[in-house]
């Protein structure tokens, strides 16, 4: 079993910065893969970025150049540093982790953390 806690959500405006924590207990983050989703308001769940277990990178088009994904064994805790932030970026963030897959299927999930980006 994992437990993922997200934090470092809030409101700010287009051009600013925030960075997301997933704190995981359970499995170090060393061990399994690891990704962001969002969820805007009457809108699907969207893929943002992943860090499978071999460290490689994934971004959607949309957030390329602009997010980083990155991890940090010693705290077994998942970052999502976002810049330069626009509005349509506004949504429900949730991390997610798996042993294996990366995907909307992914066996574990956060409860989420708001981002909202004013214009």
């Known amino acids: 079993q994992v437990q993922l806690v997200e934090s470092g959500g809030g409101l700010v405006q287009a051009g600013d910065s925030l960075r997301l924590s997933c704190a995981a207990s359970g499995r170090t983050v060393m061990s399994i893969s690891m990704a962001w989703f969002r969820q805007a308001p009457g809108k699907e769940r969207e893929f943002v970025a992943a860090?499978?277990?071999?460290?490689?990178?994934y971004y959607a088009d949309s957030v390329k150049g602009r997010f980083t994904i990155s991890k940090d064994n010693t705290k077994n805790t998942v970052y999502l540093h976002m810049n330069s932030l626009k509005p349509e970026d506004t949504a429900v963030y949730s991390c997610?982790?798996?042993?294996?897959?990366?995907?909307?299927?992914?066996?574990?999930w956060g409860q989420g953390t708001q981002v909202t980006v004013s214009s």
């Open positions: 997610a982790a798996d042993p294996v897959r990366i995907g909307a299927s992914m066996k574990y």
């Open positions: 860090i499978p277990w071999s460290s490689t990178t």
